[in-house]
């Protein structure tokens, strides 16, 4: 399975960015970083993806670390709807999405 | 297309009795998969289809539990003579291929739980 290491849980102020950090170090060179996150009693829900380079979209931005075993998460002015469980996960040859437990992000008023 | 639609949301069934669940993929993304999800775990991979074909089957997937994807377009996953264990949040998602990933869109999920 594809492991990937977060920690099991985070707050942040809301307006503020919350930065949640992964580990990666078994990826191999074509292998995709997947972000997604979870809020209670629904599916689990795309963020955003990269390879080599940081990416950015309309929900958060992503950064890779140059040798690719590790990312950060960052979304940029967290709100209370942003409390969620968040996963880091890539894809493996296998051709499915392995979830590990994710960081449950708090975001406090 | 209003994404992946899974039903029903929730059931309850007695033990032993079996349960069918349904899932209704994006229309255009011919793979489909089936994940399971316990209280405080992530998904965990049960099955997937490229179209009609099953490819895969994790070692979680026992003989009591059965999918199906006629003509590659819904799906169904049956477990017979369900027990307690299998109180879970059953989750579906489709994929296709976006360049050189497999962008993946899941449902809500249909939580059961076995009394």
């Known amino acids: 399975d594809a492991k990937t290491t977060q920690p099991p849980s985070m707050d942040c102020a809301e307006g503020r960015a919350a930065n949640l950090p992964c580990n990666h170090s078994?990826?191999?060179?074509?292998?995709?970083v997947y972000w997604y996150r979870q809020i209670h009693s629904q599916g689990p829900q795309y963020i955003i993806h990269?390879?080599?380079n940081n990416e950015t979209n309309e929900m958060a931005s992503l950064i890779i670390t140059e040798d690719r075993k590790s990312s950060t998460l960052i979304l940029p002015h967290a709100t209370l709807r942003d409390t969620a469980v968040y996963y880091c996960?890539?894809?493996?040859?296998?051709?499915?999405?392995?979830f590990g437990t994710g960081t449950r992000l708090t975001v406090i008023p | 297309d209003t994404g992946v639609s899974q039903n029903p949301r929730h059931k309850i069934t007695k033990r032993g009795q079996n349960v069918t669940f349904r899932c209704d993929p994006i229309?255009?993304?011919?793979?489909l998969y089936w994940y399971r999800q316990t209280l405080g775990q992530g998904p965990e991979f049960l099955t997937y289809f490229q179209n009609e074909a099953q490819l895969e089957k994790s070692r979680l997937l026992s003989d009591r539990f059965s999918a199906e994807r006629p003509k590659g377009s819904f799906s169904t996953l049956e477990i017979q003579r369900t027990e307690q264990g299998d109180s879970a949040m059953y989750l579906c998602a489709s994929s296709q291929l976006q360049g050189r990933h497999y962008g993946y869109t899941f449902g809500s999920g249909t939580r059961l739980t076995v009394v």
């Open positions: 078994t990826i191999s060179g074509n292998e995709y």
């Open positions: 990269g390879l080599k």
């Open positions: 996960i890539y894809q493996t040859g296998a051709n499915n999405l392995f």
């Open positions: 229309s255009e993304h011919n793979r």
